[in-house]
């Protein structure tokens, strides 16, 4: 299994420009989440899709963030136009729905100057 | 809301000190329970969990938590920590609601041990 795989590991762009980050989940999990992580925030759960669908986008910080799920192996994250406050790690998760816990990616680090 | 409580934010330690970090939480339902690892620079792994049975459960790395249900309670201790244990520790709860499969996650603790 060769775990969540996120793209790509390092991402440096200028203010303004479209951002898009991507995820392959666990074969099986049913699952996905986003995630980003900032030394001042913590880890916060920007969005989660259970079979393909989005279940709960409170997390989304504004209308520059928007996610998609077009099939059980493969999501996107983007941001459009992006800002300097975006600059971040962000990590993908997936897990099956028995609830038995987050396979986490490991992560993109995005940084917009 | 339901939320979860890590008690401390930083923790540093010497080695071979013992080790135990707090973790509280705020649902009064059925619960799984979980504790990470973010190793510097790397993501997330899991350290251990419990779902049911013995409420003292062994991880890897020679870490193990116990479950005080009356307390709301799911610390992790080791007896003994090494440098390498330098790293932030994330305890989860994945309460069984309609979103079951959400995990909350508490703040983090960022453990150092020096030589």
């Known amino acids: 299994d060769a775990g969540v795989i996120q793209s790509p590991r390092h991402e440096v762009t200028e203010m303004g420009q479209e951002v898009t980050l991507r995820c392959k989940p666990i074969s099986g999990h049913d699952y996905l989440f986003w995630y980003r992580q900032t030394m001042m925030r913590g880890l916060e759960l920007l969005i989660y899709f259970n079979n393909n669908v989005p279940i709960d986008d409170s997390g989304m910080p504004e209308d520059r963030f928007s996610a998609k799920m077009p099939n059980a192996s493969f999501s996107t994250l983007k941001i459009q136009p992006s800002e300097p406050r975006d600059s971040a790690v962000y990590f993908c998760a997936s897990s099956s729905s028995r609830g038995y816990g987050y396979t986490f990616g490991s992560g993109t680090r995005l940084t917009v100057v | 809301a339901q939320s979860v409580s890590q008690h401390n934010h930083h923790v540093i330690l010497s080695e071979a000190a013992s080790l135990e970090l707090g973790c509280n939480y705020s649902?009064?339902?059925?619960?799984?329970l979980f504790w990470y690892v973010q190793y510097p620079g790397q993501h997330l792994q899991l350290l251990l969990k419990y779902f049911s049975g013995d409420p003292l459960v062994k991880g890897i790395k020679g870490f193990e938590a116990e479950f005080i249900k009356s307390k709301f309670s799911f610390n992790l201790r080791k007896p003994s920590v090494q440098w390498s244990d330098t790293a932030e520790y994330f305890c989860a709860v994945c309460p069984f609601s309609g979103g079951y499969n959400k995990l909350i996650f508490g703040a983090g603790t960022r453990l150092a041990v020096h030589p």
């Open positions: 649902y009064g339902g059925t619960v799984n």
